[in-house]
């Protein structure tokens, strides 16, 4: 009896703790005497910020804290806006939905997975927002999600950053080439093919739109009995890029195909797109800055295959000189836990200025996304997104020791327990705490993506 | 290398044809279909009990139940005394009497995995389950021998398998045994393997596409049947019009949702396109009680749970004191308990459920049952949630659920309480038909005449890929046997676990390790002298004949 009353209890307070983390997700903190790198207004030493439920409310010296707020003292610390990585592919239960070259109606948002201790380990880096996408098999993928780190709830609805635009991955070159052509013998086999399927898509895309229009205007007249046009949610969101309703984020590396992708946007009218990996951005780089079009790099990873050969580490430090909105991301669960270091070499090679490299890894990747109005600096009205550093953040000694999202401190360096897990497999083995769900160290932007290949590898060699 | 070894196994087993029932000659009508059973408790419903009454049954209809009722003259009594009758058990989504096809040999790469057609990317929501039913299934003996007299059953199968019934597991001929044809259009948000969509995203978007093509094509069949003249035919397409009862809301969608993310994906589903929701096979439900409970979608727990941990090894723990090893186990049995009190955790929050028991063994039922009761769901509560709970959640409540004249003649008797450890089912009623379970001890054979296996065993196991040959040793220790197991795939010896010699049943269980996993391998059988004749159950791989020769020369 008295054992049943034990498991009674345990569910009840279990079933209480959820319920406070999920309706806590906004919060009240005030950070003491800080050096504060706001990154848009400059550095302020001796600074106090104080977040009121979740927002940036007041910034300056001696602020008056409201009841309840949690006081964090940070002299002798560094006060930045929480980091935002624009290419990762954490929370996510699927990745690349890779059976065709054109798959934009899927949306990574359905998937998301708030459970994975992923997303607590980039919490310890820093990282408060990321760009969780789709992968890069097809040269239309599907939509990404923007999601902010709330960890520490079951519910996936928690992480989405309600309100971000809507964005979506395209895929030049060697994967998508690789995948269809290569794997199937359907078009895309060359760069050619990767364009050819662009184009076609949004032509497509034009018709489905003009004959949707002319159904909806028709309905309008009195005692209308047509037909519909067919619904095609593929069509239907290409539809929506060609709308300006959607961001597009292509992965690509050399020069001529951004080239080639700068051109399709122009004829299509499309105006927002942002380049991902461009190792080759900076050969055109004042090409992209005319066209508004942005970058997001690798600091110095190249030569992993070979369209990635040609590349160097000033790429980053030219394109921000030329005018291009220029971020680093980590396209990976382990880089993106120290991208401040990514950032900060930018000062090595190309000696970008303190701002100019803060803002690779805060307000840029905020624009590129369309959220730079609330996050990515430190300013009144914005979320509370902050996180206080050991050090400075580009300064190889730099230690995230507090990361705070919407006025919640969600990782705190003093208070770290070894077993962060949200989620225990009862019969899982207890030799370790690898999450069995989610392999480490495989290619998450190809990942479930081998069975296209079949006996491709043995074809080539 | 080895993995794709075993996976061809796994097929090669699924392609064989599943065993027949043996029926005896013709079946002969019951005498009388009038029963009576006397002086007996009777749980009316949960928390509702009469002592010494009469329960009677006339044409598969209960038509009294009370004290002092006189017997009909036609009637076969059945002397109640020392048992118990309850309501019988209803299952809200099962494979129970369900054909599961043949799998196909999908390694092959397709041509154009993106444009693979209806059948091939698991949308099938037109198929009827009565379509596949087989009512000599040994599941359909297996479940109602459990006292579970009705099941929602579903296809075999991903994404959007078909149309569920509800059905008795009376083994009577399909159309007689379906109560209620397409009661829900079944979807689970799982992909096929390797064509669109083959991920749970394509699967998403995909449900969302053809739900909206359905809309809108169901719309024009009604502007087009209103007056065809001057508009274009619509075009009829079976598929989509599978999902007009639904848009109708005249049907619900019964979604599986036994992974722990599942229950998110389908409330997503439910507040976009507004559609009436059943979700079974819950496991971790536990982790979304406040929004499964804002929700209002009626809920059927899953009667699976993860196998107690077993008090072995505490004397390598005390050996070596790991803190670290213990905080996870701490963790692994917080995760076991959370699963063991999902019943009672929805109790407590005021959500009405009933079971299912799409992933779980009947022989594992009762046991699962009574661990919920001991991590807090009352007896009456777990009463209710396989008799009157999933009666009203199936619009059944009318028919069935509980111990009542005018309700059809569905009954589980057992002798104790239902709940109790020793209970044990004596008779079922579906239908007004009676099956009649033996009180079959188990008699243990004396001391004298246990079987000595110690020795060097040559085992044959049986794989549709073939014999393997292992040799397995037993060694006696005290009382009980040491041993290990050597040849086939196993090259180093491994140590046998869990021996046990009851009279001359032997069981004992071993691991092995495929490509990185962990296979938990399982003998049981019966020895006679020198030989040996039972089976291998390998986890998912399946179960294999097995026989077995002790090494005259040990």
Redesign the interface.
């Known amino acids: 009896m008295r054992n049943r009353l034990y498991i009674l209890l345990t569910l009840a307070f279990g079933i209480a703790a959820v319920q406070t983390t999920a309706q806590s997700n906004r919060g009240s903190v005030v950070i003491r005497n800080g050096t504060v790198l706001t990154v848009t207004k400059g550095t302020q030493d001796k600074t106090d910020v104080l977040i009121v439920d979740g927002k940036i409310t007041q910034i300056g010296k001696g602020l008056s804290a409201p009841a309840g707020a949690r006081v964090i003292d940070a002299s002798g610390l560094f006060v930045m806006p929480g980091i935002i990585d624009p290419h990762s592919h954490i929370a996510l239960e699927d990745i690349n939905e890779a059976t065709a070259p054109v798959t934009a109606e899927v949306f990574t948002g359905d998937a998301i997975d708030p459970m994975q201790v992923m997303i607590y380990r980039a919490l310890a880096g820093g990282v408060t927002t990321i760009h969780a996408m789709h992968g890069s098999a097809n040269a239309i993928g599907g939509q990404c999600e923007t999601l902010k780190l709330r960890y520490g709830t079951t519910d996936p609805e928690a992480l989405r950053m309600e309100g971000a635009p809507r964005t979506i991955k395209f895929a030049l070159g060697e994967n998508p080439t690789r995948v269809h052509g290569g794997g199937y013998g359907i078009v895309p086999r060359t760069r050619m093919g990767v364009e050819f399927v662009i184009r076609k898509a949004f032509s497509d895309a034009r018709d489905y739109m003009a004959k949707w229009d002319k159904y909806n205007q028709d309905k309008l007249a009195k005692g209308f009995r047509g037909a519909p046009p067919l619904y095609n949610r593929r069509l239907e969101t290409l539809a929506d890029i060609l709308r300006g309703q959607i961001i597009i984020h292509c992965h690509s590396y050399r020069a001529d195909e951004i080239n080639m992708m700068l051109k399709v946007c122009k004829d299509f009218g499309i105006k927002r797109i942002v380049f991902q990996h461009a190792n080759e951005a900076f050969k055109i780089a004042p090409e992209l800055a005319a066209q508004g079009a942005m970058a997001s790099v690798f600091s110095d990873w190249w030569a992993y295959k070979f369209e990635v050969y040609y590349a160097s580490a000033y790429n980053a430090a030219i394109l921000v000189r030329n005018g291009v909105v220029t971020s680093v991301n980590s396209d990976d669960a382990e880089l993106m836990r120290h991208l401040y270091h990514e950032a900060g070499k930018t000062q090595k090679y190309g000696g970008l200025t303190d701002d100019e490299a803060m803002a690779l890894m805060t307000i840029n990747p905020a624009r590129q996304l369309g959220i730079d109005s609330r996050v990515g600096s430190i300013e009144v009205g914005k979320e509370g997104d902050v996180v206080i550093f050991k050090s400075h953040p580009l300064s190889i000694y730099a230690l995230p020791l507090y990361t705070i999202v919407d006025g919640v401190v969600r990782f705190d360096k003093d208070k770290d327990p070894d077993d962060m897990r949200l989620f225990v497999d009862p019969t899982q083995s207890t030799e370790t705490t690898v999450d069995h769900r989610y392999d480490a160290g495989v290619d998450r932007c190809m990942e479930g993506t081998d069975f296209l290949f079949g006996d491709l590898s043995t074809e080539e060699n | 290398m080895i993995i794709k070894h075993w996976k061809l196994l796994l097929l090669l087993i699924a392609a064989l044809p599943a065993p027949g029932i043996a029926q005896d000659e013709r079946e002969l009508p019951p005498v009388t279909r009038t029963y009576a059973i006397t002086h007996t408790t009777v749980v009316q419903a949960p928390g509702r009990k009469i002592e010494g009454a009469t329960v009677i049954l006339k044409d598969g209809i209960i038509t009294q139940v009370g004290k002092d009722i006189p017997v009909p003259a036609d009637a076969k009594v059945i002397k109640g005394d020392s048992l118990f009758v309850y309501a019988g058990f209803i299952d809200g989504l099962s494979h129970t009497g369900v054909i599961k096809p043949k799998e196909e040999n999908n390694r092959e790469?397709p041509?154009?995995?993106?444009?693979p057609g209806y059948e091939k990317a698991g949308i099938t929501p037109q198929q009827d389950v009565r379509n596949l039913l087989n009512p000599a299934d040994k599941s359909i003996e297996e479940w109602r021998a459990l006292g579970f007299t009705v099941a929602q059953v579903v296809p075999h199968g991903v994404f959007l398998p078909g149309n569920a019934s509800i059905i008795q597991l009376g083994g009577g001929a399909p159309d007689q045994s379906v109560l209620v044809s397409n009661s829900a259009l079944y979807s689970e948000l799982v992909p096929t393997?390797?064509?669109?969509?083959?991920?749970?995203?394509?699967v998403?978007?995909k449900w969302?596409?053809l739900y909206?093509?359905a809309t809108?094509s169901h719309?024009?069949e009604q502007?087009y049947a209103s007056?065809r003249s001057?508009?274009?035919r619509?075009v009829t397409d079976r598929v989509l019009q599978a999902f007009y009862p639904v848009i109708d809301k005249k049907q619900p969608v019964l979604f599986r949702a036994d992974q722990?993310?599942d229950i998110?994906?389908v409330f997503?589903l439910q507040s976009e396109l507004q559609f009436p929701v059943i979700a079974g096979d819950l496991k971790?439900g536990?982790?979304?009680?406040?929004?499964i409970k804002a929700s209002g979608i009626k809920i059927f727990l899953s009667l699976d749970l993860?196998?107690a941990p077993k008090d072995e090894g505490k004397k390598d723990d005390k050996n070596t004191p790991d803190a670290?090893?213990q905080?996870?186990?701490k963790?692994?049995?917080?995760?076991?308990?959370?699963?063991v009190?999902q019943a009672?955790?929805f109790v407590?929050?005021g959500i009405s459920f009933g079971f299912s028991g799409l992933s779980a063994k009947p022989k594992d039922v009762m046991a699962n049952l009574r661990r919920m009761i001991?991590?807090?769901l009352s007896t009456d509560q777990a009463l209710a949630a396989l008799t009157t709970v999933p009666a009203q959640l199936l619009g059944l409540s009318d028919r069935m659920g509980t111990v009542e004249p005018g309700k059809m003649a569905n009954l589980v008797v057992t002798a104790k309480p239902l709940f109790d450890e020793k209970s044990k089912v004596r008779y079922v009623w579906v239908d007004g038909t009676m099956f009649q379970y033996q009180a079959t001890e188990v008699k243990k054979k004396d001391d004298g005449t246990k079987a000595d296996i110690q020795g060097v065993w040559s085992f044959s196991i049986d794989t549709p890929q073939g014999k393997t040959e292992n040799k397995v040793t037993f060694k006696k220790d005290g009382d009980s046997y040491t041993g290990n197991v050597v040849g086939g795939m196993i090259t180093e010896p491994v140590d046998l676990t869990d021996i046990d010699l009851d009279g001359n049943a032997l069981k004992f269980n071993f691991k092995i390790t495929i490509d990185g996993n962990?296979v938990n391998v399982s003998i049981d059988g019966k020895v006679d002298g020198t030989s040996f004749n039972g089976t291998t159950s390998a986890g998912s791989f399946g179960s294999f004949a097995t026989t077995a020769s002790k090494d005259p020369k040990f």
């Not at chain 2, 393997?193 to 394509?202: A, F, H, Q």
């Not at chain 2, 536990?286 to 929004?291: D, M």
């Open positions: 790469r041509k154009d995995p993106g444009n393997s390797n064509v669109y969509p083959s991920t749970l995203i394509g998403l978007s969302r596409e909206k093509q809108l719309n024009y502007v007056n001057g508009l274009e619509p722990p993310l998110y994906r997503n971790d536990s982790l979304a009680l406040q929004r993860p196998e670290e090893k905080q996870l186990e963790r692994k049995k917080e995760a076991l308990d959370r699963r009190g009672a955790a407590n929050a001991a991590a807090g962990t």
